[in-house]
């Protein structure tokens, strides 16, 4: 459970986020690993996304360049087909009045019963034609058939009256008039036999042509109405009637044929407006069609769909970076690993080229002083064999225990001379198949007596479970003897010393040793294993032991660690192969 | 017993010969192996020699080899100044006697008993 734990916590926080160990920091080939990470996270999303998002947008232009050209082209097209209608509708009134006064001439249509007669067919024919009259050029109305009694009116000055006495024949806008209902008129001016004019002028129903652009509009966000060149509105507009009857929408400018184009309404909001100036080929007039569309609306479909991809891109953006995450931390992970594989290596490297270095200053340094030191040995050792042998002075105790100091120190500076030459020399291992539990038992036979007189308690724990390792027994048991002696020398009488072995995968085997004794400070825990380092009183270490125990576990291709607290004792671990290689030994 | 002392450390061998003939150990010393080697050529005959390994010239290994063409019977004792005897138990003087500097002098003598026969404590001059 607490490793699947563990393991979790590794793949979500790895270690190179703590870098907690400053001491390999110099021989990591990244710095920073968490630079690293992030730069590698941010590399790979933008190579993952940037082309994806720039693609997303390409692909919203197109549509949207492609809806807006369909619906222009769609929005001109209804407007140029609601503009032929207009035209048609007015021209064929206009076409029927001037049929009209050619065909009847002013006496025939003054007569009221003959007016009515025209009206009636009229109707009948066409439609559309509210009532008709004829107008002497005077302005004066001389006869009327329809539902308004008007007869007598004077209209010279209407602007209709004045534009149809210019051009022939006119069409009006919209106005209330006489009868102060809204409504616009034909008219078409023509020529009495004597010379004076009349026109004949008819009133339309603006019903009907407001029907008749109705049945253009397609869907519910369409509007279609007319205004005039000032945007007075001509018929009503479903959206877009502002102040005054005046449209609220800018008035598009002048093109002689059917247009379309993007723009604005007064909230803001992106519309389509068709527009057409309209005029017949009778008479010009000042309307302008209008077809304004929402592009909200025309838009909804594609708007839904691009909701759609946004969430679409929006998931798999996630999914993308969470997969990105995961990878880089896993792959960063795997070379930080591999970098602080090597930085350990490297470390532990350049401590044994260090300690190979001082081993040959002090194989050097041994051999040098051995010689004087044994002359002085057999100078001091002939003095000696001068008072004892020859008994001339041999009565003289004082002088026999100088000399036996003398040679004392001659020999203890012989064991380290011994001891600094066997630090340095390399020599084959012989290997050969090792009982751990036997070898440990009879090391811990040289102690008995020791352990039994100063209260150690010696705790061994080497399961049978540990098979034969075939090593060399002399390093063996020179190396468990010194760990053993380490710890016999750091504990107080009444300690503990714990013996114990473990397996480390099928083929290494752990060995610690344990006590509970002074203990190693931080600030010499790194130390412990080079040669002359020792805490003991002067003339009682060399300062070899571990560090040639460090030497022999080398070896034999082990592996030798140290963790120990002031005060709560210390534990060096020896792991070591089951099977050594002959061919690496040679 | 005639002993055949070879060391290039002068006073060292002279000092070392002075204390076996204190035990009645009868020693010639040489202070190069080319010296030693002419000698025994001349036909002088001893029962062991000790050869110090390490020396200019002809070193204790290949002393110990031309004189033990010259003279089978002799037997050898090496003396070197580098490590401890455990450091030697392979290689070329594995099966030899071998004494590290500074000696234990009852060590020497032990040994020189033990390849002559002779009875422990036969160095004694008073024995």
């Known amino acids: 459970m607490m490793k699947s734990l563990k393991r979790l916590q590794e793949a979500i926080w790895p270690r190179f986020h703590r870098n907690d160990d400053e001491h390999l920091s110099p021989y990591y080939t990244f710095q920073d690993y968490r630079q690293t990470w992030g730069m590698t996270i941010f590399i790979l999303m933008a190579t993952a996304l940037v082309p994806l998002v720039i693609m997303t947008l390409i692909y919203y232009q197109l549509i949207e360049t492609s809806i807006n050209t369909e619906s222009l082209l769609r929005t001109e097209r209804l407007a140029s087909n609601a503009r032929r209608a207009v035209t048609f509708f007015l021209e064929e009134r206009l076409d029927a009045l001037t049929f009209t006064v050619n065909e009847m001439g002013y006496d025939r249509l003054t007569n009221p019963g003959r007016l009515s007669e025209v009206l009636r067919n009229l109707k009948l024919g066409f439609g559309g034609l509210t009532d008709l009259s004829v107008i002497a050029d005077t302005g004066t109305q001389v006869t009327y058939a329809g539902p308004f009694n008007l007869e007598g009116k004077d209209y010279s000055n209407q602007p209709w009256f004045l534009e149809c006495q210019q051009h022939n024949a006119c069409v009006s806008e919209t106005f209330s008039g006489y009868r102060d209902v809204p409504h616009m008129v034909v008219a078409v001016k023509s020529v009495r036999a004597d010379g004076r004019f009349f026109v004949l002028r008819a009133t339309l129903e603006t019903e009907r042509l407001i029907q008749a652009l109705s049945s253009y509009k397609t869907g519910e966000h369409a509007d279609i109405f007319l205004v005039n060149r000032e945007g007075l509105l001509q018929t009503p507009s479903q959206f877009y009637e502002g102040e005054s009857h005046h449209m609220n929408i800018p008035l598009p400018a002048y093109a002689d044929r059917t247009k379309a184009e993007m723009s604005v309404d007064k909230n803001g909001q992106p519309i389509l407006i068709g527009y057409a100036f309209i005029d017949t080929n009778i008479a010009p007039t000042s309307f302008i069609l209008m077809v304004v569309k929402q592009k909200a609306g025309m838009m909804k479909v594609w708007l839904d769909l691009r909701s759609h991809i946004n969430w679409f891109f929006g998931v798999s953006a996630v999914i993308i970076a969470m997969v990105i995450t995961l990878t880089s931390t896993v792959m960063v992970n795997k070379i930080f690993q591999a970098d602080r594989q090597k930085a350990e290596t490297m470390v532990a490297a350049e401590r044994n080229s260090q300690l190979a270095s001082i081993g040959q200053l002090a194989a050097g340094v041994a051999h040098e002083i051995n010689n004087p030191l044994a002359l002085i040995n057999e100078t001091a050792g002939y003095v000696k064999d001068l008072f004892t042998i020859k008994q001339q002075y041999k009565d003289d105790p004082d002088l026999v225990e100088h000399i036996d100091s003398i040679i004392d120190a001659v020999d203890r500076c012989g064991t380290i001379t011994r001891q600094l030459l066997g630090f340095s020399r390399h020599f084959d291992v012989q290997t050969q198949p090792i009982d751990l539990k036997d070898m440990v038992a009879d090391v811990i036979n040289f102690h008995k007596k020791e352990a039994e007189y100063r209260d150690i308690k010696i705790h061994v724990d080497i399961p049978e479970t540990i098979p034969l390792i075939e090593t060399d027994r002399g390093k063996l048991q020179q190396i468990i003897l010194n760990l053993v002696n380490n710890a016999f020398q750091a504990i107080a009488n009444g300690c503990f010393l714990d013996i114990r072995a473990e397996m480390d995968g099928p083929e290494q085997v752990c060995l610690f040793i344990q006590d509970n004794g002074c203990g190693i400070s931080e600030d010499h825990l790194n130390k412990v294993f080079e040669p002359f380092f020792t805490t003991k009183k002067e003339g009682q270490g060399t300062g070899l032991g571990l560090s040639i125990t460090y030497g022999l576990v080398q070896k034999l291709h082990g592996n030798i660690t140290v963790q120990s607290k002031t005060d709560q004792g210390t534990t060096f671990v020896v792991t070591l192969p089951v099977h050594i290689q002959k061919e690496i030994l040679s | ?127």
């Open chain 2, 1 to 127: 017993m005639k002993v055949l002392l070879v060391d290039d450390e002068q006073k060292f061998a002279l000092m070392l010969a002075k204390r076996l003939a204190l035990r009645g150990i009868e020693a010639e010393v040489f202070f190069s192996g080319e010296k030693a080697l002419d000698t025994v050529e001349q036909g002088h005959r001893f029962d062991v020699a000790i050869l110090d390994v390490k020396m200019p010239g002809i070193g204790g290994i290949e002393l110990k080899r031309r004189l033990g063409l010259l003279d089978e019977r002799m037997k050898f004792v090496f003396l070197t100044g580098h490590g401890s005897k455990t450091d030697y138990t392979t290689g070329a003087l594995e099966a030899e006697n071998y004494l590290p500097k500074p000696l234990q002098i009852e060590e020497l003598i032990e040994t020189l008993n033990r390849l002559t026969d002779r009875p422990p404590g036969a160095s004694d001059p008073d024995g």
